[in-house]
């Protein structure tokens, strides 16, 4: 083996690993920062002899040894610390305190309550939702801090910074190492849906950069939901939200054209739509149904994604049923995006013009001023109803929006489409 | 990127001790809980099996039980992972347990790239 393969076999190990030892560690240690930095020195004393000692039978249980045997060492060290600032007449109890606790035990037992606890820290609202997004992947996806600059489009440094920062914010504000319970587990398990979601979002539209889509993103991100999926098995919002993201990535090959252009749903290739991950996205809704959660915000977009999963062309999509569907999530979390949305499916079962009666009531939301797809969608049913002039302004306005350079091509395509309609 | 493992295997055998069977139920949920494995399945004996096979222009089915093959697919699963060394260390671990749990078992995991659409189509870059 070249170190080149043992490196990559480590990045392997590593990302199958990390999250386990380091919520592991954090329940020791109770503090997120401190258990990274241990699996990080494992990670380190892996990358230094594993190339010449070779790569060990067992690599998972090497590192979690490692880690442990780091974290032995810290409670030794901040025991014996405590000890020479106790007094001497407290000497026999220091004595019996200094005995190591169960780490074995504690790296054992119930991993998967760790994980779940693991998940709820990255997520906590203390944290800038950005951080919460960088921690998120760093802890539990176990990307790199340069991955995840990658992703995002930032610095290395700048991840890194963040990272730091709400290490420490967590040890500021004593953030416990826990599930939360009753009312506040729904607010803090949808904080951290949001951010799984984010993560997807930003991998499936890139909202700047030079491509439309970054497919690694959309993995971590379903890889993440699917955990969460087996860890919280009875959160059926959590399930309509791994349905939601199984059946857009399963959109993904057909998304982009042969250099990468982005093509629309209703252009798409369906035989290229990946039927396993449809299947999976199917199920994934049914569980949501049973668990009785079917009017979930995700789960209501899951119910659309789903409706067009199902349709083997364009013309068979059920367009009214995608109209009541938006109806609905409008009424539960009302958005110009979601009636944006509404306005697009309105078009297609029942006509441009109706649809454009929507998006003309939405031109004045401040919130869409500068949202490229209420000019790109109005620009289409203009394009549609004949009224090319119209139409050419309003893709033209759209690519000026957009600070994605594929979707700015596509718009710019659509705008000379018009002009040519025009003559 | 997906991969399928096709785990192969001497035409059996006896049947597996339970250690192991529970150490695979056990290896299975990890799989499912880190999210990476989307499908699986174990596939029954060759004798059960058919064949159907177009040769020199004849489309044929033959219904088992065949000659024994020196190695059969036992069985496959599927994982939507980040790299092929991931697949190579999952599938060293699904070795391990064999080794651990069942003396004497021999064979091997083929780690088989699943390929995407975009690898089928004409008009993709090279």
């Known amino acids: 083996m070249t170190a080149t393969d043992i490196n990559r076999t480590i990045d392997a190990v590593w990302r199958i690993e990390s ?20 699996a990080q020195d494992a990670l380190v004393a892996a990358l230094e002899q594993w190339p010449q000692s070779g790569i060990p039978d067992n690599p998972g249980a090497w590192l979690m040894a490692a880690a ?20 001497l007449g407290r000497d026999l109890q220091a004595k019996q305190e200094m005995a190591v606790p169960d780490f074995e035990a504690a790296l054992d037992d119930n991993i998967g309550d760790d994980l779940l606890r693991l998940v709820f820290i990255s997520c906590h609202p203390v944290l800038t939702t950005e951080a919460r997004v960088a921690l998120t992947l760093r802890l539990l996806g176990g990307l790199t ?20 920062r709400a290490k420490r914010t967590l040890a500021d504000e ?107 996205g199917l199920v994934a809704l049914e569980r949501t149904e ?16 789903a409706c067009h999963a199902r349709a083997r062309a364009p013309q068979e999509t059920d367009w009214p049923r995608i109209v009541g569907l ?5 009424r539960l979390m009302p958005s110009p995006i979601v009636d944006l949305n509404r306005a697009v499916a309105v078009a297609m079962a029942s006509g441009p013009a109706a649809g454009l009666e929507i998006v003309d009531t939405l031109i004045s939301e401040p919130s869409l001023k500068s949202y490229h797809l209420l000019p790109s969608v109005r620009g289409d049913f203009l394009f549609k109803l004949g009224r090319f002039d119209e139409a050419r302004c309003e893709f033209e306005r759209a690519a000026s929006l957009t ?11 659509r705008a000379k489409a018009c002009h040519h309609e025009a003559l | ?60 089915a033959v219904d088992g039980p065949f000659a024994e093959s020196k190695e059969v697919v036992g069985g496959f699963a599927i994982f939507d992972l980040k790299s092929k060394e991931e697949a190579i260390e999952g599938a060293k671990r699904f070795m391990e347990l064999h080794r651990k749990y069942w003396p004497g078992w021999e064979g091997e995991t083929e780690v088989r790239q699943v390929l995407g659409p975009e690898a089928f189509d004409p008009r993709a870059k090279a």
């Open chain 2, 1 to 60: 990127m997906r991969f399928m493992m096709l785990v192969k295997h001497g035409e059996i055998q006896a049947p597996p001790p339970k250690e192991f069977l529970d150490a695979m139920t056990k290896l299975g949920e990890e799989a499912e809980k880190s999210g990476t494995m989307v499908a699986s399945g174990g596939l029954s004996p060759i004798a059960k099996s058919a064949r159907v096979r177009l040769s020199r222009g004849q489309v044929n």
């Open chain 1, 68 to 87: 442990k045997n780091r974290a032995i060492d810290l409670w030794r060290r901040n025991k014996r610390l405590e000890l020479k600032h106790a007094e």
């Open chain 1, 290 to 305: 049973a668990l009785g959660g079917a009017r979930g915000p995700y789960a209501l977009q899951a119910a659309i994604a």
């Open chain 1, 145 to 164: 801090t340069d991955e995840i600059a990658h992703a995002f489009l930032a610095t290395e440094p700048t991840i890194a910074q963040r990272i730091v």
């Open chain 1, 174 to 280: 004593r953030v416990p190492f826990e599930v939360p319970q009753g009312a506040e587990l729904v607010s803090r398990l949808s904080s951290v849906l949001e951010v799984i979601y984010l993560i997807f979002n930003e991998g499936y539209s890139a909202t700047a950069g030079d491509d439309w889509m970054r497919p690694a993103l959309c993995e971590d991100a379903l890889r993440l939901g699917r955990i969460l999926a087996e860890l919280a098995p009875k959160e059926p919002e959590v399930h309509a939200l791994v349905a939601l993201m199984e059946i857009q990535a399963s959109r993904a090959a057909a998304r982009t054209g042969p250099s990468g252009e982005p093509v629309l749903l209703l252009d798409q290739n369906r035989a290229h739509w990946d039927q396993l991950l449809i299947r999976r």
């Open chain 1, 19 to 38: 999250a386990r030892i380091i919520a592991g560690l954090t329940r020791i240690v109770r503090d997120v920062g401190i258990a990274e930095e241990l």
């Open chain 1, 403 to 413: 600070r994605n350079t594929r979707e700015r091509d596509l718009l710019l395509d």
């Open chain 1, 326 to 330: 938006y109806e609905e999530l409008g």
